[in-house]
């Protein structure tokens, strides 16, 4: 605990790169999530509801089997394997993209359905093309997005089923809080993976309370 | 050093991780024990400060590890499961198996000794009383060495538990450090490897019941994984660490390494 | 729908698109029908007031003649254009106006830069309808009669060569009302063909150069303002002058 509270620099380091591989693979997930979630949303083709069905059903993937098709996949012997990025950030950033990138596809699908029930025939009237009102509708409910986003992070630097297969948790290279959180417990040291699970917790209350402050700011402008 | 670590690791992000491949790093496919005991932690910045070799270690049990290598990710192999390892190197996969250092299992217990085998040093007799009594046991279940060194002792004690399993015999499928939290949680008996045991944080009132039997011998070997099977191998730096470790430096520093004052591994590589 | 010349991009964009001749037009949605057989003629220039009692189907006549709605049958022809074809030289204001989440200024510009149009326009739009000291407010908190007049700012800033106007000025204070009035009466007089549903009897006296009253799925009346309010032709349009229900 003493360990915990000094800041200790590995535990820093620990930190660091939890939130580096986390918010990296939220930044991708929203890049690759939000403009299917759009298009999701103002579009009306044949199989949508399928889509749909099965935009929520990965919400729910298990991090472990992600992380095993994520393996599969970067292992030397695997297809991309060449690469070499088995047991490093990368892979980290790639697993956990693949884990929440439906989640900030699916949740916003949802905003930006509701958003363009409002604004859709305002649009119709003002002849914008489909890629002018997916940027409308990104932009106008960016605040609610945040909060989409905001949910992804939170399922990434919670889990510990995908990093821990592609990261393999090396000292120093790979190990996140969670994983370290996963080590110290096997070690028996639950004193130790408490305390990192306080630190855990208390980097995500601090995230969520940013973000709820920025909100609130653009509730107060009928932004949100 | 924290900053030259973010710095290190920003950089591996952009050029898509390839850093971490550079040729003074290795991975070794390394059994829990060694690493939760904390040997990795002393051995390598000896190791790396002669060197310079970085080396990564991936701590999963003995049955992974050897997934994971035979799948090319990895440059050395060091588990504690020799039938496996033989086997290892004779499908091609490993250069050359070499004995490294050795421990030895227990039998941890609860204080209050339900089945009545503290202090014996027969483990199959012990076995077959824990199994008789129908006391709790809890096994990892995860095909890892430890896993399979006590299939065998349950073997040659003519029990098998896994008739029983979900009743006395409860196979958690996780690692050493967790099927000894949840072992100690239900107050069944546990078997593992004694460096595990030393250095693990959170005994309770355990105590370990059973040890002492030379077929509780728990040997660990080391090998490389083998190039003509796996191109990406970093095999200079693997051959180096491997013939370190069997080195009489590093048997010594292995022979150092001390938890509470207790020597966890005895080394035992053959005389160069 | 019906098209009776083929039109090329080019022509859509330049070709006159009034007057607009609308005939048959037949709307409806499974057993309900709204429109049933409807026939109108309107001219080039000048403000129409379109009225008629709820559920008359003044708002979906709007919406089919601006081509956000396909008619079930029958043809809308705007010079030699159908509706669908030039939308976009035509306006129409909600009566609850849209307003994107973001300031006074950026709602005018986001349809600006949408339409490849000059931003400068913007300020002197603003100055227009009374809101330049509001330009980087949120569009949001304005009142119910800012908003509006944003809407109509934004409107304008299409040039459109046609503005539509759903009730407008339904619920909102007499001073917002003459406020929006002065607007479209601006816009009329430099030659902006008005299409205005109302239900506001002064505010249809003030504004008509004519009246289409729409009665029972058609143009029951559609008489020069002169003529309407003295002396409506139709039973449906007296009693609804007089205050009286009409089904």
């Known amino acids: 605990m003493a360990l915990v509270l000094s800041g200790n620099a590995d535990l820093l380091e620990i930190v660091a790169l939890s939130l580096q591989v986390s918010l990296t693979a939220t930044a991708i997930a929203c890049l690759i999530g939000l403009p299917i979630g759009a298009l999701v949303a103002i579009g009306r083709f044949p199989g949508r509801n399928a889509v749909l069905i099965v935009m929520n059903a990965l919400m729910g993937l298990p991090p472990v089997v992600v992380g095993l098709l994520a393996?599969?996949?970067?292992?030397?012997?695997?297809?991309?394997?060449?690469l070499g990025l088995l047991y490093t950030p990368t892979a980290m950033i790639i697993a956990q993209t693949i884990l929440i990138a439906p989640i900030v596809a699916a949740l916003s699908r949802q905003v930006l359905e509701d958003l363009h029930a409002e604004y859709a025939e305002q649009f119709c009237s003002l002849c914008l093309t489909r890629f002018q009102t997916i940027q409308a509708l990104l932009w106008d409910a960016r605040?609610?997005?945040?909060?989409?986003?905001?949910?992804?992070?939170?399922?990434a630097v919670a889990e510990v089923g995908a990093v821990i297969i592609v990261g393999g948790n090396i000292d120093h290279l790979t190990r996140v809080m969670t994983t370290a959180i996963a080590l110290e417990t096997s070690k028996g040291d639950l004193a130790l993976a408490l305390a990192l699970g306080i630190i855990l917790l208390i980097i995500a209350l601090g995230v969520n309370a940013a973000v709820q402050s920025v909100r609130m700011t653009a509730a107060r402008q009928a932004y949100v | 050093m924290l900053a030259r670590r973010l710095t290190a690791t920003a950089a591996a992000l952009i050029i898509g991780g390839a850093a971490w491949a550079q040729d003074q790093s290795i991975i070794v496919q390394s059994t829990t024990s060694t690493a939760n005991s904390g040997l990795y932690d002393y051995l390598l910045p000896i190791f790396q400060g002669e060197t310079g070799i970085q080396v990564n270690v991936?701590?999963?049990?003995?049955?992974?590890?050897?997934?994971?290598?035979e799948n090319c990710d990895g440059d050395v192999l060091l588990v504690h499961a020799k039938p496996s390892e033989e086997k290892f190197v004779?499908?091609?996969?490993?250069?050359?198996?070499?004995?490294?250092?050795?421990?030895?299992f227990v039998i941890v217990g609860p204080s209050a000794d339900p089945a009545g085998v503290g202090g014996m040093n027969d483990v199959q007799g012990a076995l077959a009383k824990i199994a008789g009594e129908g006391a709790l046991f809890a096994s990892r279940?995860?095909?890892?060495?430890?896993?399979?060194?006590?299939?065998?002792?349950?073997n040659d004690s003519g029990v098998d538990p896994t008739a029983a399993s979900g009743g006395w015999y409860r196979e958690t499928g996780s690692g050493m450090g967790a099927t000894l939290n949840a072992g100690i949680g239900m107050g069944a008996y546990v078997m593992t490897d004694r460096a595990t045991w030393i250095s693990f944080g959170n005994k309770q009132d355990y105590t370990i019941a059973v040890q002492g039997d030379e077929d509780m011998f728990n040997q660990y070997g080391v090998i490389p994984v083998n190039p003509a099977k796996c191109p990406s191998v970093n095999v200079d730096a693997a051959q180096t660490f491997a013939g370190w470790l069997v080195s009489d430096e590093g048997q010594d520093a292995i022979a150092a390494y001390k938890v509470a004052d207790q020597q966890l591994f005895f080394p035992n590589a053959p005389e160069n | 729908m019906a098209v009776t010349s083929a039109t090329d991009a080019t022509e859509a964009q330049s070709a006159p698109i009034l007057p607009l001749a609308v005939r048959d037009l037949v709307l409806r949605f499974g057993d309900v029908t709204v429109l049933d057989g409807l026939s109108l003629d309107l001219g080039a220039s000048g403000c129409t007031m379109v009225m008629g009692p709820n559920g008359s189907g003044k708002s979906l006549l709007l919406k089919l003649l601006h081509g956000l709605t396909q008619p079930t049958a029958g043809q809308i022809l705007w010079g030699r254009h159908a509706a669908a074809e030039i939308t976009a030289r035509q306006a129409l204001v909600f009566q609850k106006p849209v307003l994107l989440r973001r300031s006074v200024?950026?709602?005018?510009?986001?349809?600006l830069k949408a339409r490849g149009k000059d931003r400068a326009q913007r300020d002197v739009l603003l100055d227009h309808v009374g809101l330049a000291h509001k330009a980087d407010q949120p569009a949001r908190l304005l009142s119910g009669g800012e908003a509006q007049r944003l809407a109509l700012a934004r409107a304008l800033s299409t040039d459109p060569e046609v503005m539509f106007l759903d009730e407008p000025t339904a619920s909102l204070d007499p001073a917002s009302v003459l406020a929006i009035e002065r607007i479209v009466n601006d816009a009329r007089d430099r030659g902006v063909r008005i299409i205005f549903v109302t239900h506001d009897m002064g505010q249809a006296r003030r504004m008509a150069d004519d009246v289409v009253f729409l009665h029972g799925g058609r143009v029951a009346e559609h008489s020069p303002a002169p003529d309407f309010f003295p002396e409506p032709r139709c039973a449906a349009?007296?009693?609804y002058l007089n205050g009286r229900i009409v089904v």
């Open chain 1, 71 to 82: 393996y599969l996949h970067l292992s030397r012997s695997g297809p991309l394997g060449f």
């Open chain 2, 58 to 69: 991936v701590a999963v049990g003995t049955g992974q590890a050897i997934k994971n290598a």
């Open chain 2, 141 to 154: 279940g995860d095909d890892s060495g430890t896993h399979k060194k006590e299939i065998a002792l349950w």
């Open chain 3, 237 to 239: 349009a007296r009693d």
């Open chain 3, 105 to 111: 200024v950026d709602n005018i510009d986001f349809v």
């Open chain 2, 90 to 104: 004779a499908a091609g996969f490993g250069t050359e198996r070499t004995d490294l250092m050795y421990n030895d």
């Open chain 1, 143 to 155: 605040y609610s997005l945040l909060t989409v986003g905001l949910a992804g992070f939170g399922r």
